[in-house]
């Protein structure tokens, strides 16, 4: 089933949870933030939104926005009642700027990155760190990301979690990664 499937919406609406393909993401965030007092949340390349509004609903008094470059996925969410703010913007180097002032507007302190850095990175690996130093810059203090499903036939240049934390350069120090899952922080 895909990422975006109706399905996963309609489930969530009747109560019925969220969709397991997110759950290993969660777990290792979960894992790292509980507790903690991070609780401004950013789902990058968010969909239709499901992941934010799992962090919202799991972390009471938390503050989840959303960036997503598919404006059907980003009606689909508001359709649904999903009710935390999205940026409908492709994440570029010439919109990076106006994303750096949404995560500073919502204050956000833990970006989330699921299945997203290889599809914003696949045409240019190369601003990678640069979009890191904005995101730190901005307030970010902790990243959570999940890779692709690694296949011996990949083509993908950032085919895997590897990859993706390459890809983002040296100014983030790997805290803990599992499976395709990973929490990374800034240099300090
Ligand atoms: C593989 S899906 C993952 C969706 C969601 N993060 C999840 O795990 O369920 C990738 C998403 O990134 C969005 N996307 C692709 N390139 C983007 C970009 N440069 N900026 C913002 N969103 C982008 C796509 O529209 C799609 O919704």
Known sequence: MRYDDASYLTRW???EGFPSIHDNLYALADKHLRGT???S???LCCSTALLGQRFLEGYPGSRV???EGLASSVDQARAVGVAYPILNRMVTPATLSEVALWWQTHRVDVLLARRCLPEIFAADRSWGPRFVASAVLSGVKVFVVQGRVPTSRATHPIPDIDAEIAVLGPGLRLVEKAGQCAVLVPVT
């Open 13 to 15: 609406q009747r109560g």
């Open 37 to 39: 007092p991070h609780r």
């Open 41 to 43: 949340f950013c789902d």
């Open 65 to 67: 926005c959303g960036i």
